[in-house]
């Protein structure tokens, strides 16, 4: 496809990134020449210096024979300004990056009344993944299929826990619960297991199941139910901005730490239910006399990772029970990973997501296209959902004889509402809801999945 992205930030490099690995043909559009020259320089894409709102620029881009446009720059008037022009000059689809808070209702008026295709709000996908987190009743993240009906969770294999040592084709009958280890980080290596792979300590595993399922490993790994009814959240971010209005509505009690003052008073006249502490989240003496130990959650949200890193440590020395950390440094997550810290949101890969599934989805004619898409372990394994439809070559063949492409895996299968985890003599049917997890990152349709 030819796509088009105005801004090259964190998020349009990200995007350039993922879209030219899948193969697409993309122009960079952005005013500041080095960061064209560099982002030139890493991977094979036109840049053109311009602002993306100038018609002669676009034009010089290609607009009229683009399949999407993505508008990433740092002022949300110019990216919606950007996907107006590139639609009326015929680009097909437009998508515009919308940040700030007061625009956040306007949302659907832009898609709906102004014909673009898809807005992204970084900072908001950020909050909502957070709420969700602590919203549920344990504090690790799940991820779902199937509208809910399966669910993906990402777990450590701790000292002692009973899933040391297990071999994966006696996981079911040790554990005594239907499920699917479908991803292992070990060190430096990402893994997708066979039935011969042995988990270690230290494993970093991602797990297929059934709700029921899911409960009983729970159960057996002794992950009490915990809901989260107090948070502290460090930073005055715009992502805080969403989140405490979401946790506020939910009767959560919050505390705010923040160093800027004027931010404090914004949040105080915002937010009069929340505790507003304005500070330094990363010293030491401040945390303990506003009491971060008494917390449910400890949520890190300043504008620098190395500080949410700290903080999140600090958290953990004093055993808050949920701790979330935001990281937009993509080489700093697998420190987070050595460090034990769980939960790290980076609010520039959830987005790139996002828009990545949506390309994907519109590139492909096939109703079969990406449904769900999750990227694990830093980007290295995807787990993608796929409707099976009446063309696909993948039906009624037992799965052991399916020849599928090395490093993938059938995670679960939907079928009428129940979840099956499948074994080598289930079948995939017409209408089932599947998920493959594959190193493989640019599967469109199920059909890629043979080799």
Not at 147 to 153: E, F, H, I, S
Not at 245 to 260: C, H, P, T
Not at 412 to 420: D, N, P
């Amino acid at each position: 496809m030819n796509i088009i992205i105005i801004g090259a930030g964190k998020l349009g490099d990200a995007l350039v990134s993922c879209l030219t690995k899948e193969g697409h043909d993309i122009t960079l559009i952005e005013t500041d020449k080095e960061l064209i020259e560099t982002i030139v320089g890493k991977y094979d894409v036109l840049g053109i210096s311009g602002n993306g709102a100038n018609i002669d620029t676009l034009r010089q881009a290609g607009v009229q024979k683009a399949d999407i446009v993505i508008a990433t720059t740092a002022n949300d008037e110019l990216n919606v300004l950007c996907c107006l022009l590139s639609s009326k000059l015929g680009a097909r689809h437009t998508v515009a990056r919308v940040r700030e808070t007061r625009y956040s209702k306007q949302l659907a008026f832009m898609r709906q009344e102004l014909g673009i295709s898809m807005v992204v709000n970084p900072e908001l996908d950020a909050a909502n993944e957070i709420s969700r987190i602590l919203r549920s009743s344990r504090t690790i993240k799940i991820d779902s299929f199937a509208k809910g009906r399966a669910d993906l969770v990402e777990l450590r294999v701790e000292d002692h826990s009973p899933l040391e040592g297990v071999k994966m084709s006696e996981l079911s009958s040790r554990l005594k619960c239907k499920v699917l280890i479908c991803a292992v980080q070990r060190g430096e290596k990402t893994i997708i297991p066979d039935g011969r792979f042995v988990l270690q300590t230290g494993d970093r595993v991602h797990i297929t199941a059934s709700h029921i399922e899911l409960e009983k490993l729970f159960k057996t790994l002794g992950l009490s139910k915990q809901r989260v009814h107090s948070a502290m959240i460090v930073g005055g971010s715009t992502t805080a901005y969403y989140l405490v209005g979401q946790l506020i509505d939910s009767g959560f009690r919050i505390k705010i730490v923040e160093q800027d003052r004027d931010k404090c008073e914004r949040f105080s006249e915002t937010f009069p239910k929340a505790t507003v502490i304005c500070g330094n989240g990363t010293n030491d003496s401040l945390m303990d006399e506003e009491g971060l130990g008494q917390y449910d959650a400890c949520v890190a949200l300043t504008g620098i990772d190395e500080e949410n890193i700290i903080i999140s440590l600090l958290a953990r020395s004093k055993q808050v029970p949920s701790i979330i950390t935001k990281v937009n440094n993509s080489s700093l997550l697998r420190v987070i990973n050595e460090l034990s810290v769980d939960n790290a949101i980076s609010p520039k890969d959830l987005t790139a997501n996002h828009i990545v599934k949506y390309v994907r989805s519109q590139e492909s004619n096939d109703s079969s296209s990406v449904q769900t898409l999750y990227k694990l372990f830093d980007n290295s394994i995807e787990a993608v959902e796929f409707v099976v439809t009446e063309d696909c070559a993948c039906t009624h063949i037992p799965l052991k004889e399916l020849k599928k492409k090395n490093n993938l895996l059938i995670a679960c299968i939907v079928r009428a509402g129940q979840t099956l985890i499948p074994g080598g003599n289930d079948t995939m049917a017409v209408g089932d809801s599947v998920a493959v997890v594959s190193s493989d990152l640019y599967l469109r349709n199920l059909d890629e999945i043979l080799a």
